[in-house]
């Protein structure tokens, strides 16, 4: 059965992760795989989340499951933080919402409802967007189309070309939008692009559906769900999938969530009755520990607050490197404009580096990135910052 099967290659990401490992280059710099990183290039775990992991093993009894839905007061943070605690779709009960395995998993159940519903669905990504989008949500059975969204040469979002592409987009399909810090990109639609779009899906009929994996990291926890919230409010059928990877820092625990809003909270109680089922049908019954940490911490103003306090300053310092970039291939003469890394938000950027370049780098240089030139923003610190800018402009 086994004897004609062929080796995969690495995957281009984390397979440059095991590359820097083995780099005995002393300079060297992991600008890969996106997770955020300290100024000691460590991705460390909160200090509320270790306060509320000492908590939770002092307190747990049992190791029992947990409901399929995930737990109640998990639920209801994970409501009050994307749509915020005042949102009328809460007020109405017109969700579901249901604890999946990290931002993948909450992609997948997802994908999985909606192909069991409507086999077939289209549903229109982003070109670019995050590498694990298509096979993700293609191998469930919905059919793909892609939207042009960033224009390489001047390196912005190109609106004109989304829209125009999206007014194809009719009833019954899907389009997936970044909540927020567009991996891999970062380049993010304004409050008034996101009304264009909220406007389009009203009048198409298309159901759009947001991957929000990075709230909190790009203008603040209210300032990234806009979008989210805006849609929520105008339109009658939308589906959130958000992750707690990033703004809790618990990638390796997979928490997230998929929240369905629909016209009315009848239609919302059956639709999260198939979403549990459909569930049960991949997993069966969700992991515990990083959700309850999650609700822990939400459910505590001190350890709410302390959270917030730090993921304030993770914000600052991945916007902060972003300007000390730019500012420093500035200061040592590279002519080629760079500003737009500043602009953008979240982890990612675009280099604008051809695939020789990006090559070069990684070979003489020890400075590690994909293909695409895309970088993660928070891989840079005060000490590698002199290094990256000299060789980026060597490679120029």
């Known amino acids: 059965m086994f004897d004609a099967i062929e080796a995969r290659p690495a995957d281009p990401i984390l397979?440059?992760?095991a590359a820097f490992k083995k780099d005995t280059n002393p300079n060297k710099i992991d600008l890969g795989v996106g997770v955020y990183k300290d100024e000691s290039g460590n991705c460390p775990v909160m200090t509320?989340?270790?306060k509320a992991e000492k908590i939770k093993c002092e307190e747990e009894d049992s190791k029992a499951y947990i409901a399929q839905a995930g737990p109640e007061s998990f639920i209801k943070h994970t409501l009050d933080l994307v749509l915020g605690n005042a949102h009328p779709v809460i007020r109405e009960g017109r969700h579901s919402c249901v604890l999946a395995p990290g931002g993948s998993g909450s992609l997948r159940l997802a994908a999985e409802f909606i192909n069991n519903t409507a086999s077939g669905t289209k549903i229109f990504v982003s070109d670019p967007s995050w590498p694990n989008h298509v096979p993700l949500?293609?191998?469930t059975g919905l059919t793909l189309e892609q939207?042009?969204?960033?224009?390489?040469?001047?390196?912005?979002?190109d609106f004109d070309a989304m829209m125009s592409s999206l007014k194809t987009a009719k009833q019954g399909d899907l389009v997936l939008l970044h909540g927020c810090c567009h991996n891999p990109c970062g380049a993010d639609l304004s409050q008034q692009q996101w009304q264009d779009v909220t406007d389009l899906a009203l009048k198409n009929g298309f159901v759009p559906f947001i991957d929000m994996a990075y709230q909190g990291l790009g203008?603040?926890?209210?300032?990234?769900?806009y979008g989210a919230r805006l849609m929520a409010e105008k339109l009658p059928e939308l589906i959130i999938c958000n992750s707690y990877s990033k703004n809790f820092g618990l990638y390796r625990d997979r928490v997230g969530a998929v929240t369905i809003i629909t016209s009315n909270a009848e239609t919302a109680q059956a639709v999260?009755?198939?979403?549990?089922?459909?569930a049960r049908q991949i997993y069966s019954v969700p992991p515990a520990?990083?959700?309850?940490?999650v609700a822990m911490i939400l459910d505590d103003q001190d350890l709410t607050r302390e959270w917030n306090d730090e993921l304030t300053a993770m914000r600052n310092r991945i916007n902060g490197l972003r300007r000390m970039l730019v500012e420093r291939l500035q200061a040592i003469g590279v002519e080629k404009d760079f500003s737009f890394i500043q602009n953008e938000k979240g982890l990612f950027s675009f280099l604008g580096l051809n695939k020789e370049q990006v090559a070069t780098l990684v070979k003489d240089y020890s400075i590690y990135l994909v293909g695409s030139s895309r970088i993660n923003v928070a891989g840079i610190n005060s000490k590698n910052l002199d290094y990256l800018a000299?060789?980026?402009s060597r490679v120029l």
């Open 272 to 278: 999260g009755s198939q979403v549990v089922a459909t």
């Open 390 to 392: 000299e060789s980026i």
């Open 15 to 17: 397979g440059l992760s």
């Open 147 to 157: 939207y042009p969204y960033y224009d390489f040469a001047s390196h912005s979002l």
């Open 137 to 139: 949500l293609t191998s």
């Open 219 to 225: 203008d603040g926890l209210d300032e990234d769900a």
């Open 48 to 50: 509320a989340v270790k």
């Open 289 to 293: 520990h990083g959700a309850f940490l």
